[in-house]
Structure formats: structure tokens, C-alpha cells
């Protein structure tokens, strides 16, 4: 199903999660090291490390991945509010597990992007 990262074993059920939500191709719990109120990962079934990875054929999942964060937006009530969707990408890209993943975050003011440093 997928690989030996932490994800792969959440999916496989050999670590335990607070799952918000899973479907036949993907799976979205909480972080367990929250970067906002609400952080809420959203990880593809099928074992893809990074983005840079991702194959044509795959890339309709990171349309999934978007779709399903952006409905639990919308049933958790916080759509209107809003909310910001991150893909990490490689080390200075900020990714530490390699298994393709979309970031959720909200429950407060954000802010803009700081440079880079």
C-alpha cells in the first residue's frame, strides 16, 4: 500500500492517529506538531517521496489533495475565515517526512510569507 515513513505506518495502522478524514486514495489526520490551531496533513495512499517525484500519470492526486482539504474547510466552518495549503518539497524546501503530503492550516491570522533566511 505504501512505504515504511511515518505516514506509511499511520495508513497501515501501526502508529495511531486523530484521522479527520480517508478515502480509498488518501488520508488526512492532525499534526501531531501543530503549526496553527488547526494542521491538519493531507497524504496520498499511494508512495510518492516528494513532488519532484510525482509522475503525470499521478497528478490528478494533488487535485484530491486540494479537494478534500479545501471540503474539510468547508464542513469544520472555517472555509470563509480561511485557510492556507502547503507542499514542502526536498530539504530547504522544509519537507522532513518523504511521503508527498498537503499542510492545512487555520484557526488564526497567518500572516504573509516571511523571506527566505
Known amino acids: 500500500m505504501t512505504d515504511s515513513t511515518i505516514f506509511g505506518k499511520i495508513i497501515r495502522r501501526e502508529l495511531p492517529a486523530d484521522i479527520v478524514y480517508?478515502?480509498?486514495e488518501l488520508i488526512a489526520f492532525r499534526d501531531?506538531?501543530?503549526q496553527a490551531?488547526?494542521?491538519v496533513?493531507?497524504?496520498p495512499?499511494?508512495?510518492i517521496a516528494t513532488l519532484n517525484d510525482l509522475q503525470a500519470d499521478q497528478a490528478a492526486i494533488v487535485g484530491k489533495l486540494a479537494h478534500a482539504a479545501a471540503a474539510y474547510a468547508q464542513r469544520e466552518g472555517f472555509a470563509q475565515d480561511g485557510y492556507r495549503l502547503v507542499m514542502n518539497c526536498n530539504e530547504h524546501g522544509g519537507q522532513t517526512v518523504f511521503q508527498l503530503h498537503?499542510?492545512?492550516?487555520?484557526?488564526?491570522?497567518?500572516?504573509?510569507?516571511g523571506t527566505p533566511h
Open 37 to 39: 490551531p488547526v494542521h
Open 102 to 113: 498537503l499542510h492545512l492550516l487555520a484557526g488564526a491570522h497567518l500572516g504573509r510569507f
Open 22 to 24: 480517508e478515502d480509498d
Open 41 to 43: 496533513l493531507f497524504v
Open 45 to 47: 495512499k499511494t508512495p
Open 32 to 34: 501531531i506538531a501543530p
